[in-house]
């Protein structure tokens, strides 16, 4: 069964500044999908930032970038330029890869890193 | 159409009573999922559907929990006879759920319920 770690329960950052958020994972997949996904007080969760497995480049959006390290099963999250806007619980997610008719496709998130962005 | 739309947004019932929550899918997205959160953890996947047809619904937490999508477009969730320990936000999200990289879900705000 895959899992997903986030040990870092919560972190604040000065607004301008960088930060960086970690997550592990455990799987004995050879090719997957992480995630990085953004749930802002009260409201949806929104995709942050996506990484498939097989590809050794690391994704980048914007000011979010990744740290994928697959032998050791780190995926970090660097957020650059931190804006009051990113203030919001971040979940480090794993899903198998989607088939047409399979059963893969849930997503396994991590227990959360709530991000203080502080003016 | 903007985006995932659950119903209610909150829901306060007593133990033992049946609850029924609504998720709307963005249009002509195949894929539809349910999650449950529980304060301080991660989204939990409790079932999903392609189109109609539910093909995962072995997590679903108990006998108590059932989902239905009749026409493959909105979804609702039932949880029957209402215990304290069933109280959490549940999220809905929606894929396209065509081809092979259908990878991003899209979500909804969630329905928290309480039980008292």
């Known amino acids: 069964a895959q899992t997903v770690t986030q040990s870092q329960p919560e972190m604040s950052v000065q607004e301008a500044e960088t930060v960086t958020l970690s997550c592990t994972y455990d799987t004995s997949e050879s090719n997957y999908y992480l995630f990085w996904y953004k749930q802002p007080p009260s409201r949806q969760m929104i995709l942050v930032i996506r990484q498939e497995a097989y590809k050794q480049q690391n994704a980048t959006e914007n000011r979010f970038s990744v740290n994928f390290q697959k032998a050791a099963k780190s995926f970090s999250l660097k957020i650059s330029d931190s804006q009051l806007g990113d203030t919001a619980m971040y979940f480090c997610a794993f899903m198998k890869p989607n088939f047409i008719g399979g059963s893969q496709g849930n997503l396994i998130f991590g227990k959360g890193t709530k991000l203080s962005v502080k003016p | 159409d903007t985006g995932v739309s659950q119903d209610p947004r909150h829901k306060i019932t007593k133990r033992g009573q049946n609850v029924t929550f609504r998720c709307d899918p963005i249009?002509?997205?195949?894929?539809l999922y349910w999650y449950r959160q529980t304060l301080g953890q991660g989204p939990e996947f409790l079932t999903y559907f392609q189109n109609e047809a539910q093909l995962e619904k072995s997590r679903l937490l108990s006998d108590r929990f059932s989902a239905e999508r009749p026409k493959g477009s909105f979804s609702t969730l039932e949880i029957q006879r209402t215990e304290q320990g069933d109280s959490a936000m549940y999220l809905c999200?929606?894929?396209?759920?065509?081809?092979?990289?259908?990878?991003?879900?899209?979500f909804g705000q969630g329905t928290r319920l309480t039980v008292v």
């Open positions: 249009s002509e997205h195949n894929r």
């Open positions: 999200a929606s894929s396209p759920g065509t081809g092979n990289l259908d990878t991003e879900a899209f």
